[in-house]
């Protein structure tokens, strides 16, 4: 069986009528002994592992565990009496960590996809679309920690530009979770007012951020549909569609700059960044010095 780290675990040992005595044990230590109303537990097993005594008699000997961790993995058995015949049950247990959370952004050419806290050792994968014609120097690095747990960083090295996206995906053998950073073509402004789109993936996302400048906040949104706008951005911000897109006026060029929509869901977070600059003029259009 597997139980989730830090979370309580159950470990099964049932019979069809009550059980005279009951002991639970790992790589032959004990954890629990109970014999007719008698209980006790060992040093290293007493704060985190406990028996429901009034439901042994009915033939339940499951064995709580409190906050798994990844040192618990193993073989465990009870061995219960009932009506003088001993029975052994083994139960083998597996701890995982899924990937809960996962980082991508961009420097120049670089893409950067990271996650923390894993177990056990993660998977990871890259793609792009449209499909890169030249080859993707890709370098990953797995990390374990003092805790067991698996730390992933990977970088791509690709072409560089708008209108492209890339994929990360890590996957264990619970589940996966994949973040995609959108590029797409930069945006021009000549009035006060312009909409800027979140993203073109359908996603019915429980939460949404938008960002300017890669740190300042814009708004958030949690999963009950209530937005919150940062004091600074209150008289630009207009409207915010139920797909994401932000209408933003009263805009100068004091607004432009890079815009970025990061949109989650328990499986995946795609981030669109696009820049927003100011037409006309002698405005710089060349956009190739900007850092996403």
């Given at each position: 069986?597997?139980?989730?780290l830090?979370q ?14 009951i002991e ?5 230590s004990?954890?629990?002994s109970?014999n ?6 060992s040093e290293s097993?007493?704060?985190?592992a406990?028996?429901s005594?009034?439901q ?7 064995l709580?565990l409190?906050?798994?961790k990844?040192?618990d993995?193993?073989e465990?058995?009870?061995d219960a ?5 001993s029975?052994?049950?083994?139960v ?21 996809c ?12 890259w793609?792009t679309?449209p ?9 990953t690095r797995?990390q374990?920690?003092?805790d067991?747990l698996?730390?992933?960083s ?5 072409p ?7 994929s990360?995906s ?6 996966q979770?994949r973040a ?5 073509a930069?945006?021009g402004f ?11 993936f359908n996603?019915?996302?429980s ?12 708004l ?7 937005y ?6 209150r008289?630009?911000?207009?409207d ?6 932000l ?19 328990d499986e995946?977070t795609?981030?669109?960044?696009l ?9 710089i ?8």
């Amino acid at each position: 069986m597997s139980c989730v780290l830090n979370q309580d675990c159950i470990l099964p040992c049932r019979f069809e009528t009550n059980i005279i005595s009951i002991e639970w044990q790992r790589e032959c230590s004990q954890i629990v002994s109970y014999n007719q109303g008698n209980i006790s537990y060992s040093e290293s097993f007493r704060s985190r592992a406990s028996l429901s005594e009034d439901q042994i008699s009915r033939g339940n000997g499951d064995l709580l565990l409190r906050g798994v961790k990844v040192e618990d993995e193993g073989e465990y058995w009870c061995d219960a009496k009932i009506n003088s015949i001993s029975n052994t049950h083994f139960v083998d247990l597996t701890v995982e960590a899924p990937v809960s959370d996962i980082r991508i952004h961009q420097d120049g050419n670089r893409i950067t996809c990271s996650s923390e806290g894993i177990y056990p050792q993660p998977e990871l994968t890259w793609s792009t679309e449209p499909p890169s014609n030249t080859a993707l120097n890709e370098t990953t690095r797995i990390q374990k920690t003092e805790d067991q747990l698996y730390d992933i960083s990977s970088s791509l090295t690709g072409p560089d530009g708008p209108d492209r996206t890339y994929s990360c995906s890590i996957r264990t053998r619970r589940n996966q979770r994949r973040a995609t950073l959108d590029i797409p073509a930069s945006v021009g402004f000549s009035g006060s007012q312009v909409t800027i789109c979140c993203s073109s993936f359908n996603i019915s996302a429980s939460s949404l951020v938008w960002r300017f400048n890669h740190s300042q906040m814009i708004l958030t949104k949690t999963d009950r549909n209530i937005y919150n706008i940062s004091e600074e951005w209150r008289k630009h911000v207009r409207d915010v569609s139920a797909s994401g897109s932000l209408t933003l006026q009263d805009l100068t060029s004091d607004q432009e700059g890079v815009y970025s929509c990061e949109l989650s869901d328990d499986e995946e977070t795609i981030i669109t960044r696009l820049y927003l600059w100011r037409t006309g003029g002698n405005r710089i259009q060349d956009l190739s010095f900007i850092r996403w």
